[in-house]
């Protein structure tokens, strides 16, 4: 059996009190401050991994900084924190580890972490944009909305997800918009599309322009700055945010109960799987990421699998193949990070109705 272990980290405060049950007592600044000075630690071990081919068991070890320290705090501090991270994987006896939410972002996306370890390491991305696909083409199921007849908009699309994912969606879909800020590489880039799939898409760098008749977006850009308002998008779109950080502000889902914001989809893992942690998901369910680790130590491809800012359409083919062998597969949605009901889609999909026939009469 080939162990694994996963690198997390509390992504909003309230997370922090999930391992430490004093903390949601204390103010904001005191819980900053604790958290700064605690090392890397092992939070659980995961146990019940199995599919009809393997099994495999692993370890969830933190690095104890919140979303916003991660980023603002000096790269090579947190890089060290994640290395040694790395590093207690190491000692529990995993043979790879998966690098989660901003552990993942910080630096080279995992090159530097890479090479200061003697295990294999991912980042998870190339299954979290498998699902990701995945889960924008069946949310807009439940919207009502076929990706082959949809306006589909790809912002982002010159960067190396925003490529893959344009590449992949383009098998299917008939109407694409490709937006980012470098119109040379969005000509060159839509000219490879156009030869390589087939897929005339329209170009722009008018990201507000591009989303005024966006059924259907994924969005992947690497800007500090949210660059989705909610007076952009019409009654009715499904958005799928891929980008860290977050290219959609939370004040789209906020403002706009017309509006599917998706981050992905939620991943049922084979077995009888348990966590010995509560991260926020319903039982038996991880990330993608996380099930992009499993998957790997499952199929014993002990190697470095997603890292640094290229991926490749082959990468994203053989995980997803890997997976369906293996028996992960969607298993709901997430969006701010939180797990998103069928319910809740349905009462979008309504207010949306509703919104598109009160425009209507107001236009008449």
């Known amino acids: 059996m080939h162990k694994f272990a996963f690198i997390i980290h509390p992504i909003e405060y309230e997370d922090v009190s999930r391992k430490f049950k004093i903390m949601n007592k204390l103010p904001r600044s ?12 092992k939070v659980s071990e995961i146990t019940g991994v199995k599919s009809k081919y393997a099994e495999t068991e692993g370890y969830f070890v933190a690095v104890p900084l919140i979303s916003n320290q991660m980023m603002s705090l000096p790269e090579d501090y947190v890089m060290k924190k994640i290395i040694k991270a790395g590093k207690i994987a190491e000692n529990l006896g995993a043979e790879i580890v998966g690098l989660g939410a901003l552990t993942s972002v910080v630096g080279d996306a995992g090159i530097t972490v890479a090479k200061n ?40 699309a010159t960067g ?30 839509s000219k490879y599309l156009l030869e390589k799939t087939g897929m005339a898409a329209r170009v722009t760098s008018d990201v507000k322009d591009a989303l005024k008749t966006a059924d259907i977006v994924v969005t992947v850009t690497s800007a500090v700055d949210t660059v989705i308002k909610p007076e952009y998008l019409k009654p009715g779109a499904v958005v799928c945010d891929v980008a860290r950080p977050r290219d959609v502000s939370k004040e789209v889902a906020d403002a706009r109960d017309d509006v599917l914001v998706i981050e992905g989809g939620v991943v049922e893992v084979p077995g009888d799987v348990d966590f010995h942690f509560n991260f926020g998901f319903p039982p038996k369910t991880s990330y993608a990421c996380m099930a992009e680790t499993m998957i790997l ?16 359409v082959e990468q994203v083919d053989t995980i997803a193949k890997l997976a369906k062998k293996h028996g992960f597969k ?35």
Request: charge should be positive; glycine fraction near 8%.
């Open 297 to 312: 130590a499952m199929e014993g491809m002990i190697e470095n699998f997603s890292l640094g800012r290229d991926l490749t």
């Open 30 to 41: 005191v819980v900053e401050g604790f958290t700064k000075m605690l090392p890397p630690l």
């Open 117 to 156: 370890l003697n295990i294999a390491v991912t980042t998870g991305n190339s299954y979290t944009i498998a699902t990701a696909i995945e889960g924008t083409k069946k949310a807009a199921e439940l919207m009502g909305k076929d990706i082959r007849d949809s306006e589909v908009v790809v912002i982002g």
């Open 160 to 189: 190396s997800i925003g490529k893959v994912c344009a590449e992949i969606l383009s098998r299917e879909a008939k109407y694409m918009t490709l937006v980012a800020r470098n119109k040379q590489k969005l000509e060159d880039f």
């Open 330 to 364: 969607l298993g709901g949605f997430r969006s701010f990070e939180r797990a998103v009901s069928e319910e809740t889609i349905e009462n979008v999909r309504k207010n949306a109705a509703r919104r598109l026939k009160e425009n209507r009469f107001s236009a008449v």
